[in-house]
């Protein structure tokens, strides 16, 4: 089976999904305006599935925009003096799916944190804030996660797009006569290495700085309860491990249909002119 893996770690996946349903106190009740549930095991249920639903939904149509963009923006602005082509090689059958969750992942985290200020009294309950002030923060950024995660597939699944179609560019021209380096790049690797140095590794010290506050404040919470307690650091320290786990749906999607985007892409290149071959010569 050529997704073997990929499958049994979206069942690991589905299967924690249900814990939360399980594992939270029937009596704690809901925190979210803008989810269905009248607990809160309910609602981070509903967290979880839709962090990995709503990706699945739009990445690739956001995959495709994001990809024109990347490729009118590149062209346009940052390669005025460069050369485009198609840079043709052996495309592996399937992809690095699993691994590839890890960015968009981190993408996620991040820009969920950016707006989790703003927007708590949007999403959250009143009595959260009267009940539960510690736990403010974390609620929000954990909701606004379901938000964040298609638009950052998105993002990452556009530059991947150009990179199996092959759109690539060279300096050869620019640095003509002046003793620099001939580079050759793919267009969609430039956009992937931007993205993966703004998603960034340090998005994680954020995030368990957040996760600190969250548990202190838990811990109150149940008091002796410690099984109550222990469950509900399993749902929430391994997160990011849990968030790239949600990606694999959407990544197995796109990488069924590669053929379809990379004909699509190549048709998009060939509007904006990108037609010839990219020759790997510095004559």
């Given amino acids: 089976m050529k997704y073997k893996k ?3 770690c979206i069942i690991i996946y589905f299967i924690f999904c249900s814990v939360p349903l399980l594992a939270l106190q ?3 009740s809901a925190f979210a305006k803008i989810l269905p549930g009248a607990t809160a095991g309910t609602q981070v249920f509903f967290i979880f599935l839709l962090i990995s639903i709503l990706p699945l939904i739009f990445s690739a149509l956001l995959g495709v925009v994001f990809a024109i963009a990347y490729l009118f923006l590149h062209k346009r602005f940052i390669g005025r003096k460069m050369i485009y082509g198609i840079i043709e090689r052996d495309v ?3 992809s690095k799916v699993i691994m590839r969750g890890v960015f968009p992942t981190l993408a996620t985290l991040n820009f969920a944190l950016i707006f989790t200020p703003y927007l708590q009294e949007v999403i959250l309950l009143e009595s959260v804030f ?3 002030p510690g736990q403010v923060y974390f609620l929000t950024f954990a909701i606004l996660c379901i938000f964040t995660a298609a638009p950052s ?3 990452f699944s556009g530059a991947w797009f150009l990179n199996d179609a092959g759109i690539g560019y060279s300096n050869k021209e620019k640095v003509r006569d002046t003793g620099e ?3 050759f790049r793919s ?3 430039w956009f992937h290495q931007f993205l993966k140095g703004y998603a960034g590794i340090g998005v994680i010290f ?3 700085e957040l996760i600190s506050v969250f548990i202190n404040s838990a811990a109150e919470t149940y008091g002796a309860n410690i099984s109550g307690l222990i469950m509900l650091l399993l749902i929430v320290l391994p997160l990011p491990l849990y968030g790239t786990l949600a990606m694999i749906p959407t990544l197995i999607i796109n990488d069924l249909l590669r053929e379809k985007r990379i004909k699509f892409m190549l048709n998009q290149a060939k509007r904006m002119g990108i037609t010839e071959e990219l020759q790997y010569t510095i004559d």
Avoid: C, H
């Fill in 6 to 8: 990929e499958l049994i």
């Fill in 26 to 28: 029937q009596e704690d």
């Fill in 181 to 183: 380096f001939i580079e």
């Fill in 153 to 155: 597939a998105g993002l």
């Fill in 187 to 189: 267009v969609g690797g």
């Fill in 92 to 94: 592996p059958k399937k």
């Fill in 130 to 132: 009267i009940n539960r």
């Fill in 206 to 208: 954020s995030f368990y």
